[in-house]
């Protein structure tokens, strides 16, 4: 009887021990992963990506919504968020320009294409992720942003930044006149063309 019972107590312990279903895996291979799943999973969805992309367009429509004399109502966060980012890449423009024209001693042509290149990459990424927040695919949207890129480097960034540095202008202040001109006709490119919403 002792050893019925015994061998009864075990089929019944093993028992519990076996899934019920495909989705119910026995308790100890649950405590087995779950400080895996802990330590890895959890984490990753606790700190999403979203989240600073969305407090950075929050914080963009906090301010335009408070803007006076009616302000907040022309200006769009876009255009916020696009000079924030944009007036960041313009200084690491000017920068890398500075250093590669007094520092290297190249020409304002080479120096000015290689840090617009630089800049441009980044505030494209940068545009996408935080600002217009888009999830089309890259591939078009880098072809169209190629095209108005050439167009601005060789109308504003290239061609006035060349002209007024000949005509005896501080190159440093012609990329900056250059960059106000830019900047208008960046933003309507990116926000109508590059990602416009489709």
């Known amino acids: 009887m002792r050893t019925g019972e015994q061998a009864n107590r075990r089929t019944g312990e093993q028992a519990k021990r076996l ?19 802990r330590s890895h999973v959890q984490p ?6 979203s989240r600073p992309v969305d407090r950075f367009h929050k914080a963009c ?9 009616g302000l907040g109502k022309i200006i769009a966060p876009t255009f916020l968020g696009f000079c924030l980012i944009n007036g960041l890449t313009f200084g690491i423009d000017l920068t890398l320009l500075t250093g590669l ?17 630089c800049a441009f990459a980044l505030s494209y990424l940068l545009n996408r992720t935080f600002n217009f927040q888009s999830h089309a695919p890259a591939g078009p949207q880098v072809a169209i942003y ?9 109308v504003f960034i290239l061609g006035v930044s060349t002209a007024l540095s000949a005509l005896g202008m501080q190159y440093q202040l012609s990329r900056i006149v250059a960059g106000t001109c830019e900047a208008v006709y960046m ?7 590059v990602f416009r919403a489709r």
């Open 19 to 37: 899934p019920t279903s495909a989705g119910n895996w026995p308790t100890d291979h649950t405590a087995d992963t779950w400080s895996w799943d």
């Open 44 to 49: 990753e969805l606790r700190t999403g990506k």
């Open 61 to 69: 429509e906090a301010v335009v919504d408070r803007l006076p004399f």
């Open 101 to 117: 024209r007094s520092g290297l001693g190249a020409p304002v042509p080479v120096a000015v294409t290689i840090a617009y290149a």
């Open 146 to 154: 190629v095209v108005v890129v050439i167009v601005n480097y060789l």
């Open 187 to 193: 933003y309507c490119a990116m926000r109508w063309l």
